[in-house]
């Protein structure tokens, strides 16, 4: 729905442009009930609602799938906070992915960067090409962008920071040469959440989350959103969510509203974590190199400093381990904290091996071209206490690379 509409604008008790970013992320989209006065909003599950004349609904909702309060509230929650006019809530990240795709009429042309998301890779080689659109990835994007460019190119993809190498990109010198020839830029902002990175300030066209990671923040919803300000992208878009159905439940997107209430405090406390572990690594003898947007050592720390808020680096990092891919599967099973599992985002500490498991799918040439190697391990940093996540990560690292050759070298003697 028009998140922009001023017949359904926040009314002024709550929040507006005016306020900053928890006040906003607490308020946004959270009126009371004008009937019972409650606080939090109901979950409406009713799929239908009720007219008082033939194509007169008595409110402004008519069929959920077309739109329902609590998606309208978690989708103008999401607007406020990317400083967007409008924004679409959909089934999944990658619906979100499939919808933004299938804006395009068969022909166009898109340049991707090349370490995409998995599924968004997967989409845009396998599912995308059914319906004539072709995908060109670009491992240096801010080099090649203008010589990739053809006349038929309608879209530049980019995820800054990237997956799982953490690499940025200057969104602002994407947008700049796009513009130049009428393209949109898309920015997968799922790495680092609204609270660290606006893509639309910097110049992108379109802003996309997996709400499953940080903005639900609790692992408990698998959602997607899209973030804009042009009117024409709304009327596309919103006919397609409609079209297409691919909508999240009314449940979800309460679940995924409480969450975002809390996204400040979640980045900002994983952001602490995360940057205390990444100076551990990098002090570690086992370590061979740490990829932390957050570190001044990072080879794109202007750009950080640039997009991101205060420079920070968020919740996610990945490390080259020594001794290779068994040396990093021992560091995956040695953590006590840290859980083994894909996804991100979330209040607790993930781990897991892109190379093994959700880089799997790239061949290997492919994924090493990209700094993807077998001993690169990944964490998605919670916010637990940091003492205790540094003191894990530390004790697993022992347990993964001086172990096993203390193992061995008793082998040897006996
Ligand atoms: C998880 C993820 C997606 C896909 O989102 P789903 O909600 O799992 O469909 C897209 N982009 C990035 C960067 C992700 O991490």
């Known amino acids: 729905m028009a998140v922009g509409d001023p017949s359904i604008e926040t009314p002024p008790r709550a929040s507006s442009p005016v306020h900053k970013f928890g006040t906003l992320a607490v308020h946004a989209g959270s009126d009371h009930d004008p009937v019972t006065g409650a606080v939090i909003e109901p979950i409406s599950l009713s799929t239908t609602f009720a007219q008082s004349a033939v194509g007169k609904p008595i409110g402004q909702f008519e069929y ?25 809530a959909f089934a999944s990240g990658s619906a979100t992915t499939a919808v933004v795709l299938q804006s395009l009429a068969a022909g166009s ?11 968004t890779h997967r989409y845009f080689t396998q599912v995308a090409s059914a319906h004539g659109v072709k995908v060109t990835f670009s491992p240096s994007i801010e080099i090649e962008l203008d010589e990739l460019i053809r006349p038929e190119t309608k879209l530049i993809w980019i995820e800054t920071p990237s997956n799982p190498t ?36 910097h110049g992108a066209d379109i802003v996309v989350h997996s709400v499953t990671k940080y903005i639900n923040g609790h692992s408990d919803v698998l959602m997607g959103v899209a973030a804009f300000n042009s009117p024409q992208l709304l009327k596309h878009l919103a006919f397609l969510q409609n079209a297409i159905g691919a909508v999240p439940s009314a ?42 947007p957050g570190l001044s050592t990072h080879a794109q720390r202007e750009v950080a400093l640039k997009q991101h808020r205060d420079g920070m680096g968020g919740g996610m990092l ?17 953590t006590k904290l840290f859980t083994l599992a894909e996804s991100l985002g979330g209040v607790e500490s993930l781990v897991e091996l892109p190379g093994r498991m ?22 998605s940093v919670g916010i637990e206490d940091e003492a205790d996540l540094r003191a894990d990560v530390l004790q697993a690292l022992e347990k993964a690379v001086i172990a096993p050759k203390i193992a061995n070298g008793v082998n040897g003697l006996a």
């Open 64 to 88: 959920t799938r077309s739109s329902n309060p609590n998606r309208e509230n978690f989708e103008k929650a999401v607007a406020a906070l990317e400083h967007a006019k409008y924004a679409l």
């Open 251 to 292: 449940f979800d997107c309460w679940l995924a509203h409480r969450g975002l209430k809390t996204l400040h405090l979640r980045a900002r406390e994983s952001t602490k974590n995360a940057t205390g572990i990444a100076n551990a690594l990098s002090a570690s003898p086992h370590v061979i190199a740490v990829n932390y």
């Open 166 to 201: 953490l690499s940025l990109v200057d969104i602002r010198k994407i947008a700049t040469s796009a513009h130049q020839h009428g393209i949109h830029v898309v920015v997968d902002n799922t790495f680092l959440s609204p609270y660290i990175q606006n893509p639309l300030d």
């Open 358 to 379: 959700t880089h799997a799918g790239i061949p290997k040439e492919q994924r090493e071209a990209a700094g993807v190697f077998d001993d690169l391990v990944r964490i």
């Open 318 to 334: 990945s490390f080259r381990v020594r001794g290779g891919q068994a040396a990093a599967e021992r560091f995956c099973q040695s």
């Open 109 to 119: 042309h898109v340049v991707s960067i090349s370490d995409v998301y998995g599924g």
